[in-house]
């Protein structure tokens, strides 16, 4: 069994404290001589949400570009006219039509402009929670169609 690595005493519940910048495994009563650190579980929590999506998680859509200049096309407006909208300068407009990455704000600025996701999530990002929950869903979906046949 696990002993505490303060006192000594044997662990009932394992928990993690940082004390003087050092963390140990140590018993609830020497918890208190320091500050409590997360203890990461291995079990997943059945309503676990999934991790809201971060600006650095994702990744810029193939063929932006195309997409950039499709919706532009749409509205009638030249790269300069849509560049003085979104207050850039044309050769940026051009660079990103061709699918040329550019600074975050600038994207963030012609997806708020033409409406459209030009940034996506990869899928490597999807937390294990996610994937559960979908299966859920499924068998869920299959136990609707049961009684509906
Ligand atoms: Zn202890």
């Known amino acids: 069994m696990a002993e505490c690595e303060i006192c ?7 928990r993690k404290a940082r004390i003087d910048g050092v963390v140990f495994t140590v018993c609830e009563s020497c918890l208190k001589l320091g500050e409590e650190m997360p203890v990461i579980m291995p079990v997943v929590r059945k309503n676990a949400l999934p991790k809201p999506i971060v600006g650095e998680d994702c990744v810029l859509i193939e063929n932006f570009g195309e997409k950039i200049r499709g919706e532009r ?6 790269q300069e006219e849509l560049a003085s909208k979104i207050s850039e300068r044309a050769s ?6 061709q699918s ?3 600074e975050e704000n600038v994207i963030k600025k012609l997806e708020k ?3 459209v996701k030009l940034y ?9 929670g996610r994937e559960e929950h979908a299966v859920l869903t499924l068998g869920d979906v299959a136990e609707i169609r049961r009684k509906r046949a």
């Open 120 to 128: 996506e999530k990869p899928d490597a990002f999807i937390p294990k």
């Open 113 to 115: 402009f033409l409406c």
């Open 73 to 78: 096309q749409k509205r009638g407006l030249t």
């Open 100 to 102: 040329i990455e550019l």
């Open 92 to 97: 940026l407009i051009k660079k990103a039509e």
């Open 8 to 14: 000594g005493k044997p662990l009932l519940t394992q």
